[in-house]
């Protein structure tokens, strides 16, 4: 593991293929180290036993008593502790990946844009779903040119190549998708001027556009045409466009067809339920996107969920009530007389408590170390674009929550059920 994480430190590309497989082996590796760290759990045990003096008898009692019976113990709280080691791996990984995929998130549209991608068949019916859920709220329309031949465009005396190597390039509509990218309706249109939108402060006077009308690789029959321009201030900075008004397309027998419906947040945010509303009136395979930003993803609690679930029930069966012949019971009914049944619970709350205790505190330790690991494999960039690497905050808290907590849940769950009549041996 830590091999793996030195030769993905570095913030660089790195090949897919080459990363998948440096991430395998340290997957490999940990899951090695998991399984090997199970046979420390008789020393721990026995650690623990000599650990409990000072504490109260019945904890010190239960300890000694887990400890004894380490033949039948120690199996499960080494479940305990893989499976809580598991679940700290993925709270350090998730706090990671979340971190470097929110640094690196680009949004697809404005903040709160209702985005649907159409085909020229179903521009009718999508519109038509979503005038019926939205009445009254103008819809904007991005379009494309044909597929068949070429077309690109350039910003004359000026360099933006995150605008002009888009594709498709430029952002081809009418006046309300002009007023969609700017978020200002005082804009002004023209259909025959371009519109340079970006967060830059820049002069753009022209805009010249190379296209054909049929395919040609060597793309000798290319025409060009300039057209007037005006550059905008975007106040938005991931809107970075050449707006190009449909009417110039259509005068170049481009054929331009509508590629997006886009309703505008600044008409109409559109909420969850219109946009499941929209969904369910459009046909199978149609949907709807709406910009809300970067969403954490939640699919890794219901994981770390289970292994919680898997370590209390490796705790419980480690440290369930011990048997009649137990020396360490007997010590305690004697002591307890008339309070034996009150004292059965805290004896085995306190086996379930330890037992627990054992896995969660070496399980958290081997899984933080494991989680900064694999952090570095988890994080490195597959992409073209190289992403440099973002510090991440480990969520002590939720650490801290599963070693202090997890032995006091598992102490009630053991102590809820009624202990069975017993008799005190003289």
Known sequence: MALIAWSTHEDQHYDDSGSALMLMTAIIAASLFLAGSGSFVAGLLELLRKGTARLSPTIRLAARD?????????????????????????????????????????????????VA???????AGTRAAIQRELPGVPIAERYSTTHKGHFSLDVEEVDLPDVESVAPPGFIGDQAALRYLTGNPAT????????VITPQDIQADTVTLSYSLSFDDDMKDLSAKSIPAIAVRSADPHINEVFIPVKVIQDLNLRPEPDKLIVDPSVHRTTRAEQHRINQR??????????????????????VAAMIVMALGGALVAGGRA??????????????GKDSALTLRMFAAS????????????????????????????????GWDEMPRVSFE???????????????????????????PV????
């Open 394 to 420: 480990t969520p002590w808290w939720a650490v801290a929550a599963l070693v202090a907590g997890l032995p006091v849940l598992a102490g009630i769950i053991a102590a809820v059920p009624k202990p069975p």
């Open 351 to 382: 086996r379930a408590g330890v037992s627990m205790f054992c896995g969660t505190a070496f399980g958290a330790a081997a899984g933080c170390v494991m989680g900064w690991l694999l952090a570095w494999p988890f994080t490195a960039s597959s």
């Open 282 to 303: 459009l046909d199978d395979g149609e949907t709807t996107y709406v910009e809300r930003g970067f969403q954490e993803p939640a699919g890794w609690m219901a994981v």
């Open 188 to 195: 002004p249109f023209d259909e025959g001027t371009a519109v």
């Open 117 to 123: 991608d159409v085909w020229l068949e179903d521009v």
């Open 423 to 426: 008799s005190v041996k003289s």
């Open 323 to 336: 048997g009649a012949g137990s020396r360490s019971r007997q010590v305690l009914l004697r002591r307890a």
């Open 66 to 114: 887990v400890a004894r019976n380490g033949g039948r113990t120690a199996p499960p709280i080494a479940v305990t502790m893989v499976t809580t080691a598991l679940a700290v791996t993925l709270l350090v990984l998730a706090a990671a990946r979340t971190a470097q995929d929110r640094a690196g998130y680009s949004p697809q549209a404005r903040p709160g844009a209702l």
